[in-house]
Structure formats: C-alpha cells, structure tokens
C-alpha cells in the first residue's frame, strides 16, 4: 500500500524567512503533485513533477523531486502572509489503477 | 486542464435522508471521475472511482450502497449519500484527470443535523 509522508505538518514562520516542506512516498511513482487549500475552499493546482530532478518553479515557491530518494520538497523563499495554507503532495501510480494517494499535508502560518 | 463544476457547495439535511452531489466536466469527456472525503484539519481521502458507463469502484472501507456513484454521461457524475448520519458530515470533492494532470471541483460541504 502507497504511503505518502508529509513533515512538517504544522509550520509557523516569519515573514521574509524561508522552509521546505518534506514529502516523502513508499513505492515507485510516475508523478508527483503539489497542491494548496485555503481554509473551506478545495484544492489549487502548484505543480506537477514528471520525472527525477525535475524542479519547477512559481513565484516564491519551488519543488523539486528526486524519485530515487521517493523524495519530494517545497521550497518557500522569503515568506509573505498571502502563502498561508495548507499544502498537500500527492503521488500518482498509473499501472492499472491510476489514482492519486495524498500526504497528510502541511498547515503553514505566516506570521507578519 | 478541465474544468470542473461541483454542486451544491453547501447543503444541510436532516439524518435519514439522502443528498446528491454532481460534478460536471465542462470542457473535458471524463471516462474516469473521483470522489474524495475530507474531515476537517486531515486529508483527502479517496472514496471510489466513477467510470462512465459501468460500475464505481470503491475504496476499502466506503460502504457502496451507502455512497451510491453513477457516471452516466462523459461529463457528469454524481455522489449520492444515503440515508445520511451526522458523521457523514464532510467535505465531498471530486476530481477529474485532464491531459495536464487532476483538476478539483469546488467542493461540497455536507452536514447532517
């Protein structure tokens, strides 16, 4: 069974500094997702990762994936307030049953 | 990638009864639909597959004929929930997977009172 690991699961940070968020996934996987939720809203689409190496970038946020660690990180740079939300990864297995399995996300905090 | 209409957003019933969801695919033809839960402060789960034209497929654990999913058309799905209980409360989202990866509707809050 996929399991999908996120760490830190609650983050509190100053504006200006700068995090990663760790996402870690137990089998072999085809593409990796990175996703926002702000508070009763549903998901909002960062970043899709397709292949090892793989770094994308957007504004103040940067993932990157290694598949051979099954290790993917979110990287926050200069922290401001608009990026409070909870920050999910989820990991695709596409060979017969392709569905997305979610970690356990991540509630950051921007504090002024 | 597509775009997807969830609705309603909000609904309140009462227990012993049961509420329909429908998420439409406006632009894309999905075979394939997801239905996901999420209590709140945790993550998503995911509930069962929508195929169109055949039978859903469920996770472990999501009792199908509590949560009945018909997906009779490329581009609507819906998630009905049977005679509804308080801990049915939750956030219903359903997902479809476009050519550039999954697109969410915006959600359903449900509460049952």
């Known amino acids: 069974e996929l399991k999908v690991e996120q760490n830190p699961l609650f983050l509190s940070m100053q504006e200006g500094k700068n995090y990663t968020i760790y996402c870690n996934y137990s089998?072999?996987?085809?593409?990796l997702y990175w996703y926002r939720q702000d508070p009763g809203k549903s998901l909002e689409s960062l970043f899709v990762?397709?292949?090892?190496?793989a770094v994308k970038q957007e504004g103040r946020l940067m993932a990157s994936l290694d598949t051979k660690a099954r290790l993917s990180t979110l990287h926050i740079t200069a922290a401001v307030h608009d990026l409070s939300a909870t920050y999910f990864c989820?990991?695709?297995?596409?060979?017969?049953?392709?569905?997305?399995?979610f970690g356990t996300g991540t509630r950051l905090t921007i504090i002024p | 990638g597509a775009v997807v209409s969830q609705h309603p957003s909000r609904v309140i019933c009462k227990s012993g009864t049961s509420v329909k969801i429908e998420c439409r695919s406006l632009?894309?033809?999905?075979?394939?639909m997801f239905w996901y839960r999420q209590f709140p402060k945790q993550s998503l789960m995911l509930m069962a597959t929508?195929?169109?034209?055949?039978?859903?497929?469920?996770e472990q654990g999501v009792e199908k004929d509590k949560f009945l999913i018909n997906h009779a058309s490329l581009t609507l799905s819906t998630l009905t929930v049977t005679s509804a209980h308080p801990e049915d409360s939750s956030f219903y989202i359903c997902?479809?997977?476009?050519?550039?990866?999954?697109?969410f509707g915006s959600g359903t809050r449900l509460t049952v009172v």
């Open positions: 997902s479809v997977e476009g050519n550039y990866g999954y697109t």
């Open positions: 089998t072999t996987s085809d593409r």
């Open positions: 990762l397709l292949s090892n190496g």
């Open positions: 989820a990991v695709d297995i596409r060979f017969g049953n392709e569905k997305l399995t």
């Open positions: 632009d894309f033809q999905a075979t394939t």
């Open positions: 929508s195929n169109e034209g055949s039978k859903a497929t469920y």
